[in-house]
């Protein structure tokens, strides 16, 4: 199988190999099933990432290929996302507890990418491949999954096993492929005194 194994990022600053290393593909192998342990681990240090003052304003939806549960998230993403998506062996809804006693729980939504960015790095770490999206239906996938007006899908991200470049559209591969950019460091510094 033709994958990609190196896109390891240009960084300004030397930063720790897991991190330079992770990339969000599109490619699955739509073949395999999901690493039950590592999707564990995964959640785990989801668990252990940071919250503010311990609140823990967030919850996941996990849902293996397969499943309803995936068949709803499926029908949920948007254009190019559901082109792709589907060959993940799961998809995992990032919700945050945007309100918790009719008292709006501010950090919920900062505590919900922290999470998710923890889920990414211990995947990574153990031979997962992910992809986060932002482009989904949230009211529907609030009523898929019963979800009260105190809670906020955030994210979607499809986790799996990295799959063969060979086996996708010429597009997919050009997405693929292409260059890892990011803006300098130093533009993104509003104050650096």
């Given at each position: ?107 919920a939504q900062y505590d919900t990418g922290q999470v998710a960015a ?76």
């Open positions: 199988m033709a994958t990609l194994t190196d896109r390891t990022a240009d960084t300004d600053a030397p930063i720790i190999d897991i991190l330079a290393e992770r990339w969000s593909t599109r490619i699955f192998d739509p073949e395999a099933v999901i690493d039950e342990t590592a999707l564990a681990s995964a959640l785990e240090a989801a668990r252990w990432s940071p919250t503010a003052a311990n609140t823990q304003a967030w919850r996941v939806i996990v849902a293996r290929r397969g499943s309803a549960a995936h068949a709803h998230i499926m029908s949920a993403l948007a254009g190019f996302n559901s082109v792709w998506a589907g060959d993940a062996a799961a998809l995992v809804v990032f919700v945050a507890e945007t309100t918790r006693d009719g008292q709006p729980m501010a950090w923890h889920f990414t790095v211990q995947a990574h770490a153990d031979g997962l491949s992910t992809h986060q999206m932002g482009g989904f239906d949230r009211d529907a996938l609030a009523a898929a999954f019963g979800l009260s007006d105190d809670f906020l899908p955030v994210t979607v991200m499809a986790v799996g096993s990295l799959g063969d470049i060979r086996t996708v559209s010429a597009e997919l591969q050009a997405r693929e492929t292409a260059p890892r950019e990011r803006r300098p460091a130093a533009d993104s510094v509003l104050v650096n005194d």
